[in-house]
Nanobody, 125 residues
Framework: QVQLVESGGGLVQAGGSLRLSCAAS????????RTWFRQVPGKEREFVAR????????VYADSVKGRFTISTDNAKNTMYLQMNRLKPEDTAVYYC??????????????????WGQGTQVTVSS
């Protein structure tokens, strides 16, 4: 049984920062690909950033590159998404997801086995 729990969302003004957390529990040792997606109403989930838990490699969407950073606390089995210089267009529900394979499917939300409940991020202008 795997559980992913996000936290850290909220309301912030444009230019501000938030840090999201994704705490994993259960049988997570094989979950190499751990990824952040976001979704706004009426749109598909959008890839934001991903981490290869085994190697530490990170990849970011162009829209967040240079502003968002993934970090981890291995002891807590937790992944973080530090979001700086937030923009109104970053407003969305943010989800963390995990899968046991790291390949080109990492960018496809349909390929993920495990999801958190989501956390709302609202950026006001």
């Amino acid at each position: 049984q795997v559980q992913l729990v996000e936290s850290g969302g909220g309301l912030v003004q444009a230019g501000g920062s938030l840090r999201l957390s994704c705490a994993a529990s259960g049988r997570t040792s094989s979950l190499i690909a751990r990824t952040w997606f976001r979704q706004v109403p009426g749109k598909e989930r959008e890839f934001v950033a991903r981490l290869n838990w085994a190697t530490g490699t990170t990849v970011y969407a162009d829209s967040v590159k240079g502003r968002f950073t993934i970090s981890t606390d291995n002891a807590k089995n937790t992944m973080y998404l530090q979001m700086n210089r937030l923009k109104p267009e970053d407003t969305a529900v943010y989800y963390c997801a995990a899968r046991p394979i790291s390949d080109s499917g990492n960018y496809d939300s349909n390929r993920y086995d495990y999801w958190g409940q989501g956390t709302q991020v609202t950026v006001s202008s």
